[in-house]
Nanobody
């Protein structure tokens, strides 16, 4: 079993920055892909960014050039650096992890509980 715990959410003005962190614990052996999803009120959960231990990444078009996903060397943490935030980035951000070695997967084995990000205009 793997547990994912997110942190770093909060309230920020449009144009500001936040960095989200996700710590993985438990039986993390074999975990490869890690990613971030978000869900805005009344909308479906959507991919924000994903990466693999090999450094492959995948980003939603809406965040390209503004958000960066990266991992620590020991790969037990994944981060999401969010710059130039917009009100439409508001939502609950979820960390996800899987054994697949691809950032393009659409189903994930493990999920965190989520952290709220609110961007005011």
């Amino acid at each position: 079993q793997v547990t994912l715990v997110e942190s770093g959410g909060g309230l920020v003005q449009a144009g500001g920055s936040l960095r989200l962190s996700c710590a993985a614990s438990g039986n993390i052996w074999g975990i490869d892909a890690m990613g971030w999803y978000r869900q805005a009120p009344g909308k479906r959960r959507e991919l924000v960014a994903a990466c693999t231990s090999g450094g492959n990444t995948n980003y939603a078009d809406s965040v390209k050039g503004r958000f960066t996903i990266f991992r620590e060397n020991d790969e037990k943490r994944v981060y999401l650096q969010m710059n130039a935030l917009k009100p439409e980035d508001t939502g609950v951000y979820y960390c996800a992890a899987d054994y697949a070695a691809s950032p393009l997967i659409t189903t994930w084995y493990y999920w965190g509980q989520g952290t709220q990000v609110t961007v005011s205009s």
